[in-house]
């Protein structure tokens, strides 16, 4: 096993810092990176950060995750997390931790964001706390990893 934490963002999540920043806040995903490498840092954990608009893409990262032994997933499927069971199928295939991620809390806008099917299979979510959410969720992996 390694010491690894891969963290998957789905679609659109290139556009941070400009799209609705109302509700997804002003930080970049580069910003959200170097908040996870510094407290990765802390708690002894290296960061594999990537982005796709392409939901199969996700499904090979979460395989490889499995493959590779990393710590954890933390998965922001964006729109996917409403719509995929693919991605559902795949969390429920492999053994690595997913936490789902969310910038926003989905349960307090649009009906149809209600429906998680990533969250039907995650270990954890967190929501809600902007770009602090992906913190709060590298700590929950770290937490994991020292329970086993």
């Given amino acids: 096993m390694t010491n690894t934490v891969y963290v998957l963002n789905g679609p659109n999540l290139n556009l941070l810092g400009t799209r609705e920043p109302d509700i997804y806040g002003s930080d970049t995903l580069d910003d959200i990176a170097g908040m996870l490498e510094d407290r990765g840092r802390e708690l002894g954990l290296e960061i594999d950060m990537r982005q796709t608009n392409h939901e199969g893409m996700l499904v090979d990262w979460l395989h490889e995750a499995q493959a590779e032994g990393a710590v954890a997933v933390l998965l922001n499927a964006a729109a996917y997390t409403h719509t995929s069971i693919a991605l559902l199928d795949a969390i429920r295939a492999i053994r690595t931790p997913v936490i789902e991620v969310h910038l926003s809390d989905p349960s307090t806008r649009e009906d149809f964001r209600h429906v998680s099917y990533v ?30």
């Fill in 119 to 148: 969250g039907m299979a995650a270990q954890e979510t967190v929501q809600g706390l902007g770009a602090q959410s992906y913190v709060a969720a590298l700590d929950v992996a770290a937490r994991l990893q020292n329970a086993t």
